[in-house]
């Protein structure tokens, strides 16, 4: 890719992360500003820092005693997210961090995306596979509004608002992954199209959408299909499957009027499926 510019420098040199079993009881609690945020998943919960925070963690663990320290880490910004982030490109999308941002060609159709330290920074063949197929459905067809279950740093609702979607909401049960969507919609100008809500994607579905974007597990999946509001929607995106998930997911959707448009397979593994309801 030609043309990079100059940015900022990365936004941490290192990451400390304390690895707890058990969750926290104030998601409010104030670590001092080298605190990055708290992933919380299941029964545990991950602390991000800039620098060393052995000491408050020590704090922590006498003041919470439900908590147990199952293991910490230092490693760099990239080896969090395996890999340099980078720009890059996905069919028309041009996707950039904001501290290496590229010129933008003709066509191109540029956002910026700091993950943060939330999975994934745009790069996993599922998302990939979405950003195609928003391509396709927005290219096609006049998609006045969207919901986006499972969010994460709200790319696939931001590529959705790019591409003229003028209604979006996108959801994340993760605070800190629904905080890291609303940097990035801030990042693009996109407040007035973009909304981000920390929530369980269950309690979206039944809202009025042309388009359904879902890469998401496969155990929040196969209960949205059924439930009334899926067929509410136009079309569907549905990502973050492997085989044996998808064959179950199409077996389901073999039942409702529907038509599977898109099938993608990645490495074998990685499934997404883009329909229409009929």
């Known amino acids: 890719m030609d043309g990079h510019k100059a940015g900022n420098l990365l936004p941490y040199n290192?990451?400390?992360?304390?690895?707890?079993?058990?969750?926290l009881l104030s998601k409010t609690e104030s670590f001092g500003d080298r605190f990055i945020g708290n992933w919380e998943e299941g029964d545990t919960s991950f602390l991000f820092f800039s620098e060393s925070a052995d000491d408050r963690m020590d704090q922590l663990l006498r003041i919470?005693?439900?908590?147990?320290?199952?293991?910490?880490?230092?490693?760099?910004?990239?080896?969090?997210?395996?890999?340099?982030?980078?720009?890059?490109?996905?069919?028309?999308?041009?996707?950039?961090?904001?501290?290496?941002?590229?010129?933008?060609?003709?066509?191109?159709?540029?956002?910026?995306?700091?993950?943060?330290?939330?999975?994934?920074?745009?790069?996993?063949?599922?998302?990939?596979?979405?950003?195609?197929a928003i391509e396709i459905v927005c290219h096609n067809n006049l998609v006045e509004s969207s919901v986006d279950l499972g969010t994460g740093t709200g790319l696939l609702a931001i590529a959705a608002a790019r591409l003229g979607c003028r209604y979006n909401v996108a959801v994340d049960n993760n605070f800190l992954a629904a905080k890291t969507a609303r940097k990035n919609v801030a990042l693009n100008n996109l407040n007035d199209r973009v909304r981000i809500v920390c929530g369980l994607a269950e309690d979206f579905l039944d809202g009025n959408a042309d388009l359904l974007i879902a890469n998401i597990h496969y155990d929040v999946m196969k209960e949205l299909i059924i439930r009334p509001g899926f067929l509410k929607k136009k079309w569907f995106i549905l990502s973050g499957l492997l085989r044996t998930e998808t064959g179950h997911i199409e077996m389901q959707l073999?039942?409702?009027?529907?038509?599977?448009?898109?099938?993608?397979?990645?490495?074998?593994?990685?499934h997404t499926l883009f329909g229409r309801v009929d």
């Open 64 to 132: 919470q005693p439900q908590l147990t320290l199952e293991d910490w880490f230092c490693m760099s910004y990239d080896e969090w997210h395996g890999e340099p982030v980078n720009p890059f490109r996905a069919g028309r999308f041009l996707i950039m961090p904001p501290w290496k941002t590229a010129d933008a060609a003709s066509g191109d159709v540029p956002i910026v995306l700091d993950p943060g330290v939330v999975f994934g920074a745009g790069t996993h063949p599922t998302t990939r596979d979405c950003l195609e």
């Open 14 to 23: 290192k990451l400390f992360i304390y690895y707890f079993q058990g969750r």
């Open 254 to 270: 073999a039942q409702k009027p529907v038509t599977i448009l898109e099938k993608w397979i990645k490495d074998g593994v990685w």
